[in-house]
């Protein structure tokens, strides 16, 4: 039986091959730590980062590639702004306060509970359309206040695939002047995305995930100027103004200190590159057919499933969240899908414990998820379609396992 991955959302598989290959070369012929040493090697790695960041740049469409910022993944760059952010305000005269929404991720939920707890912010949670997952941006424009120093906002959700309406948003953030923080986790690299178009400050968003490169390595984009209002942190060695004590303040050392996951980065680029080689253009033309395809086979066909998020192609990913009645633990369903069909998905909450409050799956123990990538085939989708109106036809029939 042929085991067919769906996990892309939490991490792409496969990698395009140059990926493996710009690993190896660095582990095996250059192994220096870039901007560390003025020898060959040391030179060659980092003309391969400064080339990493030109790649992320171009493709999302920013101002100045020293503001991709290299980061751990997407918690790291989503910590760093958000904190960044906040204690880059002048405490003294207010309380900072954000906006977030209902369909966030634990990597946003997460370090905004703990700035509340410690007393250090403020926060307004915007709700979200029950069925569809998308937010109203009329009501996060009644959320901000005259001490909102930040709006953040994921783009694509990881649970429903839901696609917000960021360029909205965006001219909202940019009219109240307030920046904007996107949450870019399950869209870049499969959407096309324009920062300057789109009204984005700050992007956050991993290496491993749509972008194709190795676990470890995540991004921030920091519109210039930016930087000037977020404080930093992480301080330490940066291979530059090694006779000051202090953070530099330039960019992207002042954000980047220590040595950096050099194969995982290097790696990245490659990734990147295969984005660049095919253009994001055909390949979201590419997922958008496989949505439509999906939605078309199982929207009201399939008796016992739900489909959760959008129905239709215009505001999602290709993320779907799906139960069958039956199957009262997702994480059955899961292994039945493995078990019996081949298919690998993931079960649970996703780490957006909102988002399936919002759509009423929170006291179910979530959904299963599945999740398509760049090498996920129409025959593919055909497969899955029929393997889970099988499932659903032999569960009618009091059948669990087909």
Same mark, same amino acid.
């Given at each position: 039986?042929?085991?067919?991955? +769906?996990?892309?959302?939490?991490?792409?598989?496969?990698?395009?091959?140059?990926?493996?290959?710009? %690993?190896?070369?660095?582990?095996?012929?250059?192994?220096?730590?870039?901007?560390?040493?003025?020898?060959?090697?040391?030179?060659?790695?980092?003309?391969?980062?400064?080339?990493?960041?030109?790649?992320?740049?171009?493709?999302?469409?920013?101002?100045?590639?020293?503001?991709?910022?290299?980061?751990?993944?997407?918690?790291?760059?989503?910590?760093?702004?958000?904190?960044? *952010?906040?204690?880059?305000?002048?405490?003294?005269?207010?309380?900072?306060?954000?906006?977030?929404?209902?369909?966030?991720?634990?990597?946003?939920?997460?370090?905004?509970?703990?700035?509340?707890?410690?007393?250090?912010?403020?926060?307004?949670?915007?709700?979200?359309?029950?069925?569809?997952?998308?937010?109203?941006?009329?009501?996060?424009?009644?959320?901000?206040?005259?001490?909102?120093?930040?709006?953040?906002?994921? &783009?694509?959700?990881?649970?429903?695939?839901?696609?917000?309406?960021?360029?909205?948003?965006?001219?909202?953030?940019?009219?109240? @002047?307030?920046?904007?923080?996107?949450?870019?986790?399950?869209?870049?690299?499969?959407?096309? *995305?324009?920062?300057?178009?789109?009204? %984005?400050? +700050?992007?956050?968003?991993?290496? !491993?995930? @749509?972008? +194709?490169?190795?676990?470890?390595?995540?991004?921030?984009?920091?519109?210039?100027?930016?930087?000037?209002?977020?404080?930093?942190?992480?301080?330490?060695?940066?291979?530059?103004?090694?006779?000051?004590?202090?953070?530099?303040?330039?960019?992207?050392?002042?954000?980047?200190?220590?040595? !950096?996951?050099?194969?995982? *980065?290097? @790696?990245?680029?490659?990734?990147?590159?295969?984005? !660049?080689?095919?253009? %994001?253009?055909?390949?979201?033309? &590419?997922?958008?057919?496989?949505?439509?395809?999906?939605?078309?086979?199982?929207?009201?066909?399939?008796?016992?499933?739900?489909?959760?998020?959008?129905?239709?192609?215009?505001?999602?990913?290709?993320?779907?969240?799906?139960?069958?009645?039956?199957?009262?633990?997702?994480?059955?369903?899961?292994?039945?899908?493995?078990?019996?069909?081949?298919?690998?998905?993931?079960? @649970?909450? &996703?780490?957006?414990?909102?988002? &399936?409050?919002?759509?009423?799956?929170?006291?179910?123990?979530?959904?299963?998820?599945?999740?398509?990538?760049?090498?996920?085939?129409?025959?593919?989708?055909?497969? *899955?379609?029929?393997?889970?109106? !099988?499932?659903?036809?032999?569960?009618?029939?009091?059948?669990?396992?087909?």
């Amino acid at each position: 039986m042929q085991r067919r991955y +769906l996990d892309n959302a939490a991490t792409s598989f496969p990698k395009p091959p140059g990926v493996l290959e710009a %690993v190896t070369r660095y582990a095996c012929e250059l192994g220096a730590s870039p901007g560390r040493g003025a020898y060959d090697e040391a030179k060659q790695a980092g003309l391969l980062f400064d080339e990493c960041r030109q790649r992320i740049n171009g493709l999302i469409h920013g101002e100045d590639p020293s503001h991709v910022v290299f980061t751990l993944n997407a918690s790291d760059a989503l910590n760093m702004a958000i904190r960044g *952010i906040v204690y880059g305000c002048d405490h003294s005269k207010h309380k900072p306060h954000v906006i977030t929404t209902y369909m966030e991720h634990n990597s946003v939920l997460r370090p905004m509970n703990e700035l509340v707890s410690r007393g250090d912010a403020e926060q307004t949670r915007v709700k979200c359309d029950p069925v569809t997952g998308l937010v109203d941006p009329n009501d996060i424009q009644k959320a901000i206040r005259p001490n909102t120093v930040l709006i953040a906002v994921v &783009h694509g959700s990881n649970v429903t695939g839901t696609l917000q309406p960021i360029a909205e948003v965006g001219r909202i953030a940019r009219e109240h @002047g307030v920046p904007l923080l996107v949450d870019a986790a399950q869209t870049v690299g499969h959407v096309p *995305i324009d920062v300057r178009a789109m009204g %984005v400050d +700050l992007l956050a968003f991993p290496g !491993h995930k @749509g972008l +194709l490169g190795p676990l470890g390595t995540g991004a921030l984009y920091i519109r210039p100027g930016i930087e000037k209002q977020m404080a930093t942190s992480r301080e330490g060695g940066t291979g530059s103004a090694s006779d000051q004590d202090t953070q530099p303040i330039f960019m992207p050392d002042r954000f980047e200190p220590g040595s !950096h996951n050099a194969p995982g *980065i290097i @790696g990245l680029s490659q990734g990147v590159k295969w984005i !660049h080689d095919r253009g %994001v253009d055909v390949l979201w033309r &590419h997922q958008r057919e496989l949505i439509q395809l999906m939605i078309e086979r199982l929207t009201g066909g399939v008796p016992g499933l739900r489909l959760y998020g959008p129905q239709g192609t215009d505001d999602r990913v290709g993320v779907f969240s799906i139960r069958i009645d039956g199957f009262d633990d997702p994480q059955t369903l899961s292994d039945v899908l493995e078990k019996d069909f081949g298919l690998l998905t993931r079960s @649970g909450i &996703h780490c957006a414990p909102l988002a &399936h409050q919002t759509i009423g799956t929170d006291q179910l123990g979530g959904t299963t998820r599945l999740s398509f990538g760049p090498f996920t085939t129409q025959e593919d989708v055909r497969y *899955i379609c029929d393997s889970l109106a !099988h499932l659903c036809q032999g569960q009618a029939a009091g059948v669990t396992s087909c």
